[in-house]
């Protein structure tokens, strides 16, 4: 009977043996990590215009509007870039847009903490052009970038959106940019990839990354601001592309589904304070 049970054990080792073998990038991916940092967070004073359909009453809001940096084995990807140092331990009223920003952690600082500088970021990774997402890009100028060719091009129109920071599409302009044309493989292992999910704006985008414990995450850039315009499906009156939109979503509703994939709702506050604080992360 023992024998009988080590024979069945020996071959089910070799099963499982055989079965990693076929399948090395399972290992690999134990490499891949999600950080979550905090850049800021900016109160909305009216949510109104986050539903095109008058889900939302006239009330405010809190949004976080944090950066994420993802460790491949090929290097480090850092995605959104929130607000910028000079809103650091300040509260500023921002009327042209509506809302309060303000920052309470130093994005350089953080980086120091997981014994990083800005020069070790090989890839920095915009889901959009607004000023909630690009609040640091002077700090890395010698990554490479990686932007949606229209999203490029939307921060360079004339007259600027009015969510553009004037400054960003001069920041930009030296460095060394991939202007990508829908979806992307950032590291070209197939664990990180950013998504085409324009409607919010032309070049909109959104990540999704392999981890190698908790499977597929997504990154939501601003596909959707809320937990509730998720359920809801609600989109902001201000999108761009209401019609695009709706394709971003059921595109990126598609992947969830078929992976078991974890949603991020990159300026839902609960959804970031349910992530692991630096130094720890989601793998
Ligand atoms: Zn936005």
Known sequence: MKTKLSIIGTIFLTFLITASAAKPAIKNNQDVRLYTLDCGSVTVHDIAPFSSTGAYPHESAQFSTPCFLIKDSKGWLLWDLGMG?????????????????????????????????????RFVGLSHAHFDHTGNASLFPNAVWLIEEQEYAYANRSPLPSSVDSTTAITLK??????????????????VEILYTPGHTPGHASLEIHLPHTGVV???GDLYHMRKSYVLKQIPSFNTDPAQTK???????????????????????????ALPQIPNYLD
């Open 218 to 220: 997504i990154l939501s």
């Open 85 to 121: 140092e000079q809103y650091l331990g300040r509260t500023v009223e921002d009327t042209k847009h509506g809302v309060s920003i303000t920052a309470k952690k130093s994005l350089i600082q953080q980086l120091k903490v997981l014994g990083l500088s800005p020069n070790d970021i």
């Open 174 to 191: 030296p460095y060394h940019k991939i202007l990508l044309k829908g979806n992307y493989d950032v590291f070209g292992d197939g664990k």
């Open 247 to 273: 394709a971003s979503m059921e595109k990126v509703d598609a992947i969830l589904k078929n992976s078991k994939g974890r949603l991020v709702i990159q300026h839902d506050a609960s959804d970031i304070a």
